[in-house]
């Protein structure tokens, strides 16, 4: 008995991580992005919570969710041009931007989802790999929805476009010296105007995973600092895109290892189990911090 | 609405009779408060949004019910903190609106916040949802309401029991304080009392709201072998939802959750506040002394037993009426002995009991013989 509940934890602990994690990686990779090209954008919690509302209120209208998504992406885009428009003037500081831009989106977010709060707009639907098994422990845990395996695509993609683009290349230039990127000839804000509204579209999608799929609801509870935890854990993620979406399981996993554990009745310690993930950003921090003052794969904007 | 519409026309009017008479500059003043003095002002003041299938939307329910009276006037704020900001808006529903008394929801805003706001405002009564009021050490303009919502948790417990095939029910709670417990508790006796052999598995969310870890919960018991589900979070939506996705049964909380899961959805337990506010806005405007502790069950109607699913099977309906009407009756005592918690510890002896009002009931820090989880 105690060895089935063994494995059944470790089961639902591993399907939690991609259930719980997908939001995650969405904002992970698009602060990712953004910071690569020499901004911080601390609002995309904004743009994920907009992303939901907006993701939820168009598939309810239109009854069509993939609708959804593209609407929420777009909710993103809006915002992150609104970031990136605000920062290129002179003098204007990125972190308080995204700050404003988080609690303007937040609030609005509110405003118009009031309505939705209620009502029960059609969700993603889910692709079953777990057919084969009866266990449905199996089956629940491989219940995995199309927006994860977008999202884990996306992660070598975007390694793939910084590392061998030209266009990559540019926003790599901007972000680690200006100077350089104006030597060049390369346009500094057009590419971080490009990059801020990718990376904002990125996070509106995981956004409206949260409504859409999981947990499949629109409340105003919703996102509880679930973007504010990614755009931290790009930093212990080296901006390293891999590295986002590992990181971005593992947060998942942490997430759902004091229900899954409780669910089998060891309750010891729920209060830490529930407070792993803030745990692990903690020390995952303290352990990777450098002494020489500035991390590597930080773009070299951020040092001056 | 149509209480606005009326006090708009009202202040109209006033201005226009102030005007003709030449003391149109102090007008607008002087007229709210004496359209404020005809009316009853009631404030109301929630922690979440009012529309969120839960607790505070049973609030809401309760609120809007005022509208129907003429002679009542009744505003409210959503989303307020249990920080200094509910003081704030506390304040500002006295200065501006006019509230005679306060109805602030949220179990944490007692405690230093009404209570500082009752020194300050002698004259303003503030009710306070919960059983936290104490005669020896607050003051006498505040007062408590709650009701006992364990006794129809303990009806959706009975059917529960009987609807149970895997006898594992799942039991999603935000933290384990005595109101918690006790519906954790009275859950698990009702379940058990329609089969001995059901145990209750209790997942602690650690928070009022947190809908991602609300569902992680629930899969992972229906993972466990769970098939029904309730919950005592500030909204079931998210648990009902996921067990009706997954094809278990739930049980709902606070409001009327059936529209949520038409296939699985069993019964739940509701708050009834129309009646407690609308009977509060009477002894207002008749003048009469607030009484400083209301409660009450099924009997006195403050909660009330959700319409039976569609999946409930008539067994189980002739045994929840037959507990429903020993409530009704007055008869049903819920913590009789003996029970033992699920140390094995006696905790009510044999021949014992504790009815309803009994306070030490509100101290629980136990959990009943079959629920599998604890305190600490």
């Keep these: 008995m105690q060895d089935v509940s063994f494995w059944t934890v470790i089961i639902a602990v591993l399907g939690g991580a991609i259930r719980v994690g997908t939001p995650f990686i969405f904002v992970s990779l698009g602060e990712c992005l953004t910071e690569k090209s020499g901004r911080i954008n601390l609002g995309l919690e904004g743009n994920l919570v907009m992303g939901a509302m907006v993701g939820y209120a168009v598939s309810y209208l239109s009854g069509s969710p993939w609708l959804g998504v593209l609407a929420a992406a777009g909710s993103g885009c809006v915002l992150g041009i609104l970031h990136a428009l605000l920062c290129q003037h002179k003098r204007v500081n990125d972190i308080a931007v995204g700050i404003a831009l988080m609690l303007f989106a937040s609030g609005l977010?509110?405003?118009?989802?009031?309505p939705f709060i209620q009502p029960s707009a059609p969700r993603l639907p889910s692709l079953e790999f777990g057919e084969w098994s009866s266990s449905p422990v199996v089956r629940a845990a491989l219940d995995i929805n199309a927006l994860f395996?977008?999202?884990?695509?996306?992660?070598?993609?975007?390694?793939?476009?910084?590392?061998?683009?030209?266009?990559?290349?540019?926003?790599?230039?901007?972000?680690?010296?200006?100077?350089?990127?104006?030597?060049?000839?390369?346009?500094?804000?057009?590419?971080?105007?490009?990059?801020?509204?990718?990376?904002?579209?990125?996070?509106?999608?995981?956004?409206?995973?949260?409504?859409?799929?999981?947990?499949?609801?629109?409340?105003?509870?919703?996102?509880?600092?679930?973007?504010?935890m990614a755009v931290a854990l790009v930093i212990f993620a080296r901006w390293n895109p891999m590295y986002c979406l590992y990181a971005s399981l593992l947060f998942g996993a942490a997430a759902a290892?004091?229900?899954?554990?409780?669910?089998?009745?060891?309750?010891?310690?729920?209060?830490?189990?529930?407070?792993?993930?803030?745990?692990?950003?903690?020390?995952?921090?303290?352990?990777?911090?450098?002494?020489?003052?500035?991390?590597?794969?930080m773009p070299g904007e951020f040092v001056k | 609405m149509f209480n606005e519409k009326q006090l708009v026309l009202n202040r109209r009017l006033f201005i226009q009779g102030c005007t003709a008479a030449g003391v149109g500059a102090c007008g607008a003043m002087s007229s709210l408060s004496a359209v404020a003095a005809?009316?009853?002002?009631?404030?109301?003041?929630?922690?979440?949004?009012?529309d969120d299938y839960g607790y505070n939307q049973a609030h809401f329910e309760g609120k809007s019910a005022l509208a129907k009276l003429d002679w009542a006037k009744a505003v409210d704020e959503e989303n307020v903190p249990e920080t200094i900001e509910v003081q704030k808006t506390m304040e500002s529903m006295i200065n501006l609106d006019g509230a005679q008394v306060l109805f602030p929801t949220s179990f944490g805003y007692f405690d230093p916040h009404i209570l500082a706001m009752a020194k300050r405002y002698p004259e303003i009564t503030f009710l306070h949802c919960g059983g936290l009021w104490d005669a020896q050490k607050h003051p006498k303009n505040v007062g408590?309401?709650?009701?006992?919502?364990?006794?129809?948790?303990?009806?959706?417990?009975?059917?529960?029991?009987?609807?149970?095939?895997?006898?594992?029910?799942?039991?999603?709670?935000?933290?384990?304080?005595?109101?918690?417990?006790?519906?954790?508790?009275?859950?698990?006796?009702?379940?058990?009392?329609?089969?001995?052999?059901?145990?209750?598995?209790?997942?602690?969310?650690?928070?009022?709201?947190?809908?991602?870890?609300?569902?992680?919960?629930?899969?992972?018991l229906i993972d466990q072998g769970a098939d029904v589900l309730t919950c005592h979070v500030d909204s079931p939506k998210v648990v009902v939802e996921t067990a009706e996705k997954r094809g278990v049964f739930s049980c709902g909380y606070h409001t009327n959750a059936s529209v949520l899961a038409p296939k699985g959805f069993l019964t739940g337990a509701e708050?009834?506040?129309?009646?407690?506010?609308?009977?509060?806005?009477?002894?207002?405007?008749?003048?009469?002394?607030?009484?400083?502790?209301?409660?009450?069950?099924?009997?006195?109607?403050?909660?009330?037993?959700?319409?039976?699913?569609?999946?409930?099977?008539?067994?189980?309906?002739?045994?929840?009426?037959?507990?429903?009407k020993q409530f009704m009756e007055g008869n049903m005592v819920v913590y009789k002995g003996p029970i033992k918690d699920n140390t094995g510890k006696e905790v009510i002896a044999a021949g014992a009991q504790h009815a309803q009002q009994d306070i030490w009931l509100e101290s629980m820090d136990w959990l009943a013989e079959g629920v599998v989880g604890t305190t600490k």
């Excluded at chain 1, 996306?154 to 990127?181: C, K």
């Excluded at chain 1, 830490?272 to 500035?294: E, F, H, K, Q, W």
């Excluded at chain 2, 009631?42 to 009012?50: E, Q, S």
Aim: aromatic content about 12%; overall charge positive; glycine content about 12%.
């Design chain 2, 38 to 50: 005809a009316k009853v002002t009631m404030g109301f003041i929630y922690v979440g949004p009012r």
């Design chain 1, 149 to 228: 395996f977008v999202g884990a695509a996306l992660a070598p993609l975007l390694s793939w476009f910084l590392l061998r683009t030209r266009w990559g290349n540019a926003v790599r230039v901007v972000g680690e010296s200006g100077d350089a990127a104006l030597a060049m000839g390369i346009p500094i804000n057009r590419v971080r105007l490009l990059s801020t509204m990718a990376g904002g579209a990125f996070a509106g999608v995981g956004g409206c995973y949260l409504s859409l799929y999981y947990p499949g609801s629109w409340s105003e509870g919703l996102s509880s600092g679930q973007g504010l």
């Design chain 2, 144 to 220: 408590s309401y709650f009701g006992y919502i364990d006794e129809p948790v303990y009806v959706a417990g009975v059917v529960a029991g009987h609807m149970s095939k895997s006898k594992k029910l799942g039991f999603i709670a935000a933290m384990p304080i005595p109101q918690v417990l006790r519906n954790i508790n009275s859950f698990a006796l009702g379940a058990r009392s329609a089969d001995p052999s059901v145990t209750v598995t209790v997942v602690f969310t650690g928070g009022w709201s947190n809908p991602v870890k609300e569902a992680e919960s629930a899969n992972s």
């Design chain 1, 109 to 114: 977010a509110f405003f118009y989802g009031k």
């Design chain 2, 271 to 324: 708050w009834n506040w129309s009646g407690v506010y609308t009977n509060y806005a009477q002894l207002i405007r008749d003048g009469k002394p607030i009484p400083n502790l209301i409660r009450g069950g099924l009997k006195e109607g403050v909660v009330k037993v959700s319409p039976y699913g569609s999946a409930v099977s008539p067994a189980a309906k002739e045994a929840a009426d037959a507990v429903i």
């Design chain 1, 257 to 297: 290892l004091g229900p899954a554990l409780q669910s089998v009745g060891i309750n010891w310690g729920y209060y830490l189990l529930n407070a792993a993930p803030y745990i692990l950003t903690l020390v995952i921090m303290i352990v990777t911090s450098d002494r020489r003052g500035t991390l590597s794969g």
